[in-house]
Structures are given as structure tokens and as C-alpha cells.
């Protein structure tokens, strides 16, 4: 490793195979401390490009994945006809290249191109393959045929959401992707954190069911310890969801809040003897929040979430995205990035949410399918005019 | 097998479950983690859900009896130091100076307080990395606020993308707290880049993390639909873009649901068959994705006449078995038994010190050369004080007679009744 590096993770090459959010995310989480990380995509973009909801305009005038321009940031692009002997042939140079792979084609699919984990380990030994999938490499779901609902079913988490008379609820947008992303950029950082002094690879097997029951793990252990099989609450405890004048607040009073809440309300009611226990509490909690719903609703989210946070209640307003970009705690921290993207827009993005001090982090648009094609062979993999030219003319890139 | 984290050292400040859950999945990778606790304020996990019974039958240590503490701690070990007495601050910042790594999770002002901010730390070991994982961060109005985990669902704009399509926002609520879950996994992973770091660099440095902005970057495209377009995002049910239908309806069986996503005509047809409704394959109210979108009211009831006469688990096996994206809505409860993740090794049984056996779930990922693993449990309060102070730390038999008579050192909590 050289000593004048400046990034954490600038020394290091990944490369990001497959249309999936949750490797575009772990993806992401390592170019933003600064390694490099290339994309393999299908010719035009493939699937990922062209993925919902899609925003703003391309130098076509085609709408462009919303999840393409926020998590592929400060990566690079080759286009590739994986498919083809020439794609592969480009694929085996670039795992040479390469010190990582996140894999969400299947190890399978690699496996039928003469890439299997395997073979990968014999030839490159300090390789760290990450492959992530609904089930993991084994197990007897290794086949069963998956989405993100039916995984974050399986895993318990949407017993947890919702309302008990109703359906059972996913979180919003595509957590059990990006939870899948955070477990294998974590044990990326295990793996090569071991190779840095190993000099040894590994595979890396990420289930995402795994990591939907690891994020929702308390129901379980409650359930061992007690016997009391959890399921969804909705309204009906200390935990509440309140219309304000212009939107919701998001209330928790446990034990040690239940004063504030009796002092930031002034409601007399809530000094009745009935709740002064926490067993009474749970038991009359939806007279409680009858109580105090009134209160709520008249008057706005931002003051109920001052005033709450000043009397000692940890209660959050819920935020529309509008509410985000105004935010002065964001504002103070640099939150937003503003980026011109090489697509007709130009907007605020979600920048990182964290600051590691003396250490300045890079910031850069999501490249154009392809952007680096030209790049990529001639520079990193050492390729001739006339190779490049033989796949151009094989329309392999 | 070796390995990934033996030789890394942490000075372990954390608490509850975001920051303990992190520091607990580096312990299990192999890397020393040295809880601190103190008397007067250990880890506020140590009194969550100690079992079943009235308090009065249960044990006389119940701080040693959490399931919930039992779980995020295991493989660490555990001191007891009160770090508002100059020779507990004065002991930990030894400690420090011998550590990799310094990780907690107060609210924020707690560690500077204390006299032990990030600028102390770097006195005392210059090459300290140090984790905060904080609700909103350091600097800003809003960062010495309060959060429950489940709050900042509301304040990081996710639950406002969360919920039914005609109620309330929903959040993952109090036995989730889904922030604080994925924050302990990112923290771990940010954690070990910071090292890295240090160990190209000889410079150590402060991760200033928050959970709030970490959520809001988990909804970038619906963030992106705002700041590019102009469009609110909304609550949506379970419906997602390349399925219909997409979503949850009701079996045989006490709050049994089956979740059932298909993509495209071909597999609408055999859907159709696999629930004996062939007919609707070319009905035109459910025959294209987008009409099938359009009637998702109607469709429910139709595919609940089929799921309704049969529990969760045969309508997923069904399904599956005509290769429909199908499965069980599954308990907390249930997983404990669930036969997926007894094969691959994702549950451990452990005999915990003094609360008996508990089943750890293990990790989110596997790894081939160096598998997380655990070796022991949780600590109980100050198990390991004497044995830390006395073999890393070098103290004397009489330094630590000392800091005990002074009370800097206790294995039982102050100002709780030992009975």
C-alpha cells in the first residue's frame, strides 16, 4: 500500500456485475471512500438504466433510472455483451484487474462462462467475490423463486408493519436491496481488512432474507425469552402515529417521557391515577392517545418536534422531502450535494451521511452507460487500437 | 479457520442496540471489544425484557438476565469504570491508549462532557480512530435532539414513503427500530474503512455518523423523484413498479398472510391456473400488467376466495411450485424454526453466564476464509474488570483495591436494589 494514499479504500478496484440495487448500493458505499469501482453493463444501459421511477432527461430525451444516477455516483461504466465469447474474454481481464466483485448475475451465470467461484479463487487468490442473492449459496430456499416483498416476508420483517387487521406492509422503497447492500459492504470491509494482511481472498455470501431476520431480530429473541409471538401494533401503544395541523408526528413516551409529555401537552387528564404505571399505561393507551390527539392536531409538525425535543420527548415529525432539502440540521452538515449530472438535470442528491475528519471525500455524477468503455480497455486492461476495433466490430462493446 | 479482525482492539462505549449491535458484529470477525460500563449508568439494554414473571420472582441480577443485552454483546468483554470519576477517565484513557478504536453512541455532548471527546482521545493515542453514531451527528440544531430509533423512520423521510395507500404514515415501530438495526451494520463496515485508513496513513480520525442521514440515503430514488422532478413521493402499499400484483392476502390460520409478486402476462397466466381461475388470464381487467395494477381492489378479493382456504405455508408451496414469487409471512417466533436458516448455520445456541440458553442469530453474510463465530457470551456487568486492569492495563492489586473502594469500579449497578 503506498503511503501518500488519501482515501480510504483509492487503492482498490472493484468491479459491480448485475442490475440489482442492493450491489449498486454496496457498490456505491465503497466508491464513496474512494475506490474505484467499475460497472459491467449490458450495451445501452440494459435493465438497471432503464429501471423505475425514472426522472429527468438523457442527451436523448429518455427518462434515466432514478437509482442509476444516485447510486452509481463516482463509478465508471464498460458496456459489454457479457453474453458473447468476446464479453467473456473482456470479463476475465477485468477480473485480473480487479480486487473485488460484487456479483448480482449469480455465481451460477459465472460459473456457465468458466468463472466460477472456484476457478476465480485458483487464478486470482486475493480475489474477494461477494455474491448476493434471496437465499444464499445452500440452503433448501437456495431455488425458490424470489422478490423483495416475498423476502422480506420469509424474513418476518413485514409481520412487523402495518396494521394487525390489515395486510401485512413492506417499508417504503426498496429497503430489503439496501439493507442487503450494508451487510455486504460490511463484510467487504471484514474481507479485505483480512487480506491486508492475509493477502488472501475469500467468498463472500450474502442472503438477503438473512439480512431482513438479522434487522429484525428482536421479535424472536422476545418471543424465546417470553412466549408472546410478536406481531403489528399499528396505533395501539406508546408507540403513535398523529395527525398534526400540516402532517404527522411520530410520538414514543416511554417511562421517563410520560412527565414531558403530561407538561408539553398541559392536558390535566393525563395525571389520572389510571396511567401513573407503565401497566397502566399500556393498558389504557389508546384512551391516552384519544387524550392527547387533539392537542396535536392543532398545531404544526415543526413546533410539536421543538417542543417535544425541549421537554425531554424524542419524538420526530415525519418529513417530506421537501421538509428535507429545508432542513437546518442537513443545512448545517452539508447534507446536499448539488451535481450536474451528463443527463439534462440538475439537482440536489443526498450526499453522505457521515464526516470523517481530515479526510476530504470525493463527489461526482453517475458516468452514461458505457462512459468508460474506451477507458477501461485501452488504459487498465492494455488493449490495442485493433483489439478494441475487432470487438467494436463484433458489437461486443 | 482464522479470523478477519484478530488484533483489532476497541474501547467499547456503545449502548442499547445501533452502536452494541455494531461493535458486537466486529467482536464476532475477531476483534477484541472491551465494553465499558459503569455503576451508576450501565448499557440501559441491560434492563429491557428480562423474561417472563412478576420482577419479584425474577433473578436478583436481572442487568445479567437481558435477552435483548445477551444478544448485541456476546464474544465482548466487559469492564466496569464510572467515567465521571477522574480515576475511572483517568483508567479509561489508558485504555485508549492501547486500543485500535474508541465506538459509543450517546447523545451527543455526553462524550465531551465526560471529558473524553474526540480531541482528548487523540491525546491520549494520536492514532485513535473513533466511531459516533449518532441520531442527526455532531453540529446543527437539531443534533443534541432525542431518538428512539423508529423517529428518525419520521424524521429521515422513509415513513413518509411507508404506509398504506389511504392511511397514515407507518413506521417499523418500537420492536424494529429498523434505523438502528442497518445503522449497526454500516457502522461496523465504516469503522473498518477508518482503520484501513489509518493503517495507510499513521492518522487516525473521528467517523461523525448520522442515522438520520444514513435512512435518507436509503430512499434516494425516491428523493431524486423530488429534487429532479417535482414529484411528491407517496405511500404506496406494497405495490412496486415491475410486479402485478404485488403484495400480501389472507390465508387459513391465525393473521396468516401469503405474499405473492408476479411480473409479466406469461406469469399471470400461470398464476391463473396454479389458483384455478383460468379464466382471468384473459380477463381484461387483470390481462396486462397495467390493468392488473389498476384493479388491485378487485384482484385481492379474487385471489383471497383461493389463499383464504388454505394456510400460508401450502399457498406459498403451491405457488412456488407453478413457479410464482410466493412466500409465507413468517413470525419472529417461527424463523427460530425455520429450516433455510437452521441449515446454514444462521442461529447459535449459547448458555449465557447467568440467564441460561438463549438462541443468537449470527450475521448477515458468510464468509468463507474467516466466518464470524461466537465463542462466548455477553459479559455480566464488570466481569472482566480485574483481569483488564491487571493484564493489559498493568494496574497493581492495590490500584485496583483502590478505584474499588472508591467506587469506580463495581459489578453491580448503583442505586438499584440487590436482593
Redesign the interface.
Known sequence: MTATAALPLDDLVALELGDTIATAYAGKLLADLGATVIRVDALGGGAFYRSEPLVGRDAEGFKVSAAWLHLNRGKQSITCALDTAGGQEILGRLFASADIVIDGLGLDVLSGWGFSYAQLHESFPRLVVTAITPFGQNGPYRDVQASDLVIGALGGLLNMVGFPEREPLSLGGSQVQYAGGLSAFTAMMAAITYRDHSERGQLIDVSLMETVAFVEWKSGAYYEADGRVRRRVGNHSHWLVLPALDGYVALVYQDQNFPGLQKLTGIEELHDERFATRPGRAKYADEIRELVAPWFAARTKLDIYRDGQSEGIPLGFVATIDDLLNSPQYEARGFWQSLDQPVAVQARYPGLPYHLSGIELPSSSAPLPGAQTGFILRERLGLSPEEIDHYRAEEVI | M?Q??KG?RIADLTIITAGACATQ?LAD?GAEVIKVESGTYPDPFRYW????GDVADGPPDPWNCS??FN?VNRNKRGISLDLKHPAGRDTFLKLVAKSDAVTENFRQGVMDRLGIG?ETLREANPGIVMLSLGS??S?????H????G???????????????ED????????????PD??AS??G???L??????R???G?G??????????I??????????????G???R????A????AP?????CAGE?G?????V?GDEEWRRFTAAIERPELATDERFATHLARRGHARELRDIIEVWTSSRDKQEAMEAL?HA??????????????G????N??G?YVPIENTRAGH??L?L????????PPRVERPAPTLGQDTEHVLRDLLGLSDGEIEHLTREGVIANSPKGRRVR
Open positions: 482464522e478477519a479482525l483489532i458484529m470477525l425484557q428480562q423474561g417472563p435477552p435483548s444478544m474526540y442527526q451527528g453540529g446543527g440544531p437539531e443534533s435532539y432525542g431518538s428512539y423508529s423517529t428518525l423512520d419520521a424524521l429521515s423521510g422513509l415513513m413518509g414513503v411507508t404506509g398504506y392511511s397514515h404514515p407507518i413506521w417499523s415501530s418500537g420492536e424494529v427500530n429498523y438495526q442497518v451494520i454500516f461496523a463496515g465504516i473498518l474503512a477508518a482503520l484501513r485508513q493503517a495507510k496513513s492518522r480520525t473521528h467517523i461523525d455518523l448520522s442515522q438520520r442521514e444514513l435518507t440515503t436509503m430512499i434516494g430514488e425516491q428523493v431524486l423523484e423530488y429534487t429532479i422532478d414529484r411528491q413521493p405511500q404506496q402499499g406494497n412496486r413498479p415491475e410486479f404485488n403484495d400480501c392476502y389472507r393473521d398472510w401469503v405474499a405473492i409478486s411480473s412456488q413457479g410464482i414469487r410466493a412466500g409465507a409471512v413468517r413470525t419472529g417466533a417461527e424463523l427460530l425455520d429450516p433455510h436458516l441449515d446454514r444462521y438463549q438462541t442469530r450475521a448477515p453474510y458468510h464468509l468463507s476464509e474467516t
